[in-house]
């Protein structure tokens, strides 16, 4: 049967496919996401790929969804999906861990998705950690290590393979923090898009068996050094272009101002 | 911080256990030994109606952190 005006039935919004699939992965989940949160998403998605930022990519943590299941997703593949422990809160706003006992699991082992000579996490805060060794996110074992953090021990620092630490003043409010080593000898720590600090030194192997954690640091297969900020955005994925970065801050930045967060 | 206090056989009933497909349980000790769980809010909303509700039931204490491990790490 026809009906009259039938052409204008509202359209849904279109999204990028890699966007469609992370919002079947939250439903799959048991999550929900907003049409906000959802336009956002897609923002994201179609910034970092018109930055050629989308392909160096392992794990994207958007933390959208305000559940642990939202939150868990991969935005960039259905692999690395997080597993959470018991501490954390989940908003609109971000999320929290409790600082002493909660972290998240990205099941994602360094060696085997980066190279020492090529890689790059980062993560960005609207609530600053203020736990005095508190660690956002890494894993390192004694020969190793693959880490930044904004404030733990009175400083920042990128250590993306170990070699020469980029460490820079310690920053308390919130913001964008990112280390990025792009060859066997250099790696820089970027604050809000702009280097911080380098570090310049020959390098170790990634690590080989732990995975890297959110909220806390693997040490060595024993998560410790709980962080308590409160978190909008993680990320993890190959080295990092001092250009990469300031798309990639800019993109972050319009995905949670679009947010109010 | 306050939390719930556990018993060495209440700390292997539920270390690592899922309360969610995404959620598991994570105990840690403090400065004597004694195991301790934190729930967010959310946690115990997640447990009220399951089998872990007895959790909700367990003796809470302030919790004092063991010092932090070295850094870098000794193995």
């Known amino acids: ?261 | 911080m306050i939390g719930y206090i556990l018993t060495n056989e209440e700390y292997n009933q539920v270390q690592g256990e899922f309360y969610t497909p995404e959620q598991f349980f994570n105990c840690v000790a403090d400065i004597n030994g004694v195991w301790y769980l934190f729930l967010s809010t959310q946690d115990k909303e997640d447990i009220l109606n399951t089998t872990w509700n007895w959790i909700l039931t367990l003796p809470e204490g302030e919790y004092i952190a063991p010092p932090a491990p070295p850094f870098p790490p000794v193995v």
């Open chain 1, 1 to 261: 049967m026809l009906f009259p005006f039938s052409f204008l039935q509202a359209q849904g919004p279109t999204y990028d496919a890699d966007a469609l699939a992370f919002f079947a992965r939250v439903t799959a989940a048991g999550g929900s996401l907003t049409l906000t949160e959802k336009s956002a998403v897609n923002t994201l998605v179609l910034s970092m790929k018109a930055n050629s930022i989308w392909t160096p990519m392992k794990a994207i943590y958007p933390m959208v969804g305000a559940s642990a299941a939202a939150c868990a997703q991969n935005l960039k593949s259905s692999s690395f999906t997080g597993t959470f422990t018991s501490g954390w809160t989940f908003a609109s706003s971000g999320v929290t861990p409790n600082g002493t006992s909660a972290y998240m699991d990205t099941n994602l082992i360094p060696s085997s998705n980066m190279s020492n000579s090529s890689a790059s996490m980062g993560f960005a805060d609207n609530v600053s950690n203020t736990q005095p060794s508190g660690i956002e996110i890494g894993v390192q074992s004694a020969t190793d290590g693959m880490t930044i953090w904004s404030n733990a021990f009175g400083v920042s620092n990128s250590r993306i393979a170990r070699g020469a630490d980029a460490s820079s003043v310690a920053f308390t409010t919130g913001g964008r923090l990112y280390g990025s080593r792009t060859t066997a000898t250099l790696q820089t720590l970027y604050r809000n898009g702009v280097s911080v600090a380098t570090g310049v030194g020959a390098v170790t192997p990634l690590e080989t068996v732990y995975t890297i954690t959110l909220g806390g640091l693997n040490l060595s297969g024993t998560p410790n050094l709980f962080a308590n900020g409160r978190y909008t955005f993680y990320f993890i994925g190959d080295g990092l272009s001092g250009t990469n970065i300031t798309n990639l801050d800019s993109a972050i930045v319009t995905f949670n101002t679009s947010l109010s967060r």
